[in-house]
């Protein structure tokens, strides 16, 4: 079965660089969700996109931002990078029109910024 | 605030064992979703089970089942005839919501020993 994939997998960047992560969520899955793992830490919720439009926020920093494309695809937006920004960084995608709710998660995105 | 914990920062289980992983969780809405996630080395998140508020029957997937008490609010992760490839980061997770693209929370993570 087809998953969420994202691209790239591995980015390194420099501080206060910019960098964007996509995400090509499963087949007919209309939501999108970003997440953001630190060493040794749970998945932090970022930002969800329902039918191209934002519909939920969690803990993202100012300097990130995010939408969804018509095709349903999404990107992740984030600028002025710090080290703290190092991270692992997950998509998810799930069918809020079919009663899907369950999210599925892609490889994510090694950020590494030095 | 909508917390989820799990106070088992470490589990070990015999390999074919039974081993239970423990979860609670805090909200006022009455209708949400519970989740059991996996992240093994690779760091990919593996959806294991899931458990709708309004049900009162315990999920079951294979191997794997929940404990889900309601009113005590705990939702507890059983797996039965541990397997090497268990081994991993378990997850517990809830979306807080009936409806809605709501982000998960999640709580801290018990790492699953399995030993041969």
């Known amino acids: 079965a087809a998953g969420v994939i994202q691209s790239p997998r591995h980015l390194i960047k420099e501080k206060r660089e910019t960098a964007t992560l996509k995400c090509y969520p499963i087949?007919?899955?209309?939501?999108v969700y970003w997440y953001q793992q630190g060493p040794g830490q749970d998945p932090q919720f970022l930002i969800s996109f329902y039918e191209k439009m934002q519909s939920d926020k969690g803990s993202i920093p100012d300097r990130f931002s995010a939408q969804q494309f018509s095709d349903y695809h999404s990107e992740l937006n984030m600028s002025s990078l710090e080290l703290g920004d190092s991270a692992l960084y997950f998509c998810a995608s799930s069918s809020e029109t079919s009663g899907v709710y369950e999210q599925y998660f892609g490889p994510g995105t090694r950020l590494t910024v030095t | 605030a909508q917390t989820v914990t799990q106070s088992q920062p470490e589990m070990s289980v015999q390999e074919a064992e039974t081993v239970t992983l423990s979860c609670t969780y805090d909200?006022?809405?009455?209708?949400?979703?519970l989740f059991w996630y996996k992240q093994p080395p690779s760091r990919q998140m593996i959806l294991v089970i899931r458990?709708?508020?309004?049900?009162?029957q315990n999920a079951t997937e294979n191997r794997f089942s929940v404990n889900f008490q309601k009113a005590a609010k705990s939702f507890s992760l059983k797996i039965s005839d541990s397997q090497l490839g268990d081994a991993a980061m378990y997850f517990c997770?809830?979306?807080?919501?009936?409806?809605?693209?709501?982000?998960?929370?999640f709580g801290k993570g018990t790492h699953l020993i399995i030993q041969p």
């Open positions: 087949p007919r899955h209309d939501t």
């Open positions: 909200t006022s809405e009455s209708d949400y979703y």
């Open positions: 997770a809830s979306k807080f919501s009936g409806g809605g693209a709501d982000g998960l929370t």
């Open positions: 458990q709708e508020a309004y049900k009162q």
